[in-house]
């Protein structure tokens, strides 16, 4: 029975550690206690940490564990996913160990240093013609997010702490935007102080997208330890990008308020749909997802993300129009996730992050440094609520979509295997 139940927490941790929600985790450990014979499974599952108690008869056992580092790896929530969804007959400890072992071993980082680089780089770049910086500014953007994202990726392969290497990357991202600035001002060919503002887009690669969303919507399910936790960790990661952020600013002058663009134009709006597919993409390769993932997620945010844009050009406000492009993001996903045989929360979450407004949340900082209260509660408060209204625009996609998930109906663990497999392999 030992055996058993650390297999099966083997299994949540695994999932935990990729980065996907707690109601996830917990069916997967559900169908997988299920398999191996067990009467009951009760678990409170955290960001970094699962205790459980498995039910056999008249036996228990309490099993506690954790991981140091959260991450996000889409491949294997979907390799874990589509495991625990083929468990639809009995397993034995060795089975489900020599599969999770197989996970271990080939379901690893799939992108090389230099391309996730890239990646960043274009995401931010994308993230900058959205906010309409000039096309100069998003070049400089390019480099210096992909020269952030470089000491990101090669700090973290050597698994210093997540804080101070998001702190460093952010650091790094605006110096080199602003010294590629300075050049560029004494070669005479731009205005410096009308270049300062492009690098807050520059360091919108450390906003945790994925953690972020996941932790709103296990708070939409009353699953407060793993929503709680995992909001935490989330706003652990964007404070300390922020104050890294603010106090480069402080230094170098650097501000992040343009002046107004004007009205779009036709070339523009042609932009900004190729900026949502080229923008989600990277942030997709950043969470190692796989090609399929990266062509889907890409194509759902430049139909959603072009709506809101839409919306909010005919006066809807910012939070309205998130909301409203949120549940079309997982409306349109409930239908292509079984198809396309991916877990639908890895096609969901890239497509939105798109619309995180990351300038507002660091404009809030700076703002805190010079003192503008007005401006840095407007900034904060404005940016707040527009990451809780896509959260609750995904949120109400899943529940006109999801039954198991809208009446909250958990897995009888004592349900009678059969070997028709009772849950879609592509993940709910």
Known sequence: MGREADAVLRLGLMMTAAGTGGYRVLRAMKRAARSLGFDRLDAIVSVNTITCTFHRGEMFRTVVANHHEPAVDASRIEALEDLSHHMHRRFTVEELNAELDTVERTVVKRWPRLLLSVAAGLACASFAVLNRYPVSEAAVVAVSAACGQFLRVSLGKRHFNQLGTVAAAGS????????????????????????????????????????????????????????????????????????????????????????????????????????????????????????????????????????????????????????????????IAAFIHRAARVPRITVTVPASVIMIPGVAMYTSMYALNTGDMDLALSAAASAALVVVSIAAGLALARMLTDPDWAYGRAIDLRKQLTDPIPDSAGGE
Do not use: E, K
């Open 172 to 331: 790094v991202a605006c110096l080199v935007y602003w010294a590629v600035a300075v050049a560029l001002g004494m070669t005479g060919h731009t205005d410096t102080t009308s270049f300062a503002a492009g690098y807050v887009a520059a360091v919108l690669f450390l906003i945790p997208g994925f953690p972020l969303f996941s932790a709103l919507l296990d708070l939409t399910r009353f699953d407060i330890t793993a929503g709680i936790s995992r909001l935490t960790y989330a706003l652990s990661v964007i404070v300390t990008a922020t104050i890294s952020v603010g106090m480069v600013s402080l230094v170098t002058g650097l501000n992040p308020l343009p002046a107004n663009p004007g009205p779009p134009s036709a070339v523009w709006w042609a932009a900004a749909a190729a900026a949502s597919f080229v923008g989600v993409a990277g942030f997709a390769l950043l969470f190692n997802c796989s090609r399929r993932m990266v062509l889907l997620g890409a194509s759902l945010a430049t139909v959603a993300n072009m709506l809101r844009l839409v919306l909010v050009a005919h006066d809807v406000p910012q939070h309205l129009a998130a909301f409203i492009a949120g549940v079309v993001i997982g409306v």
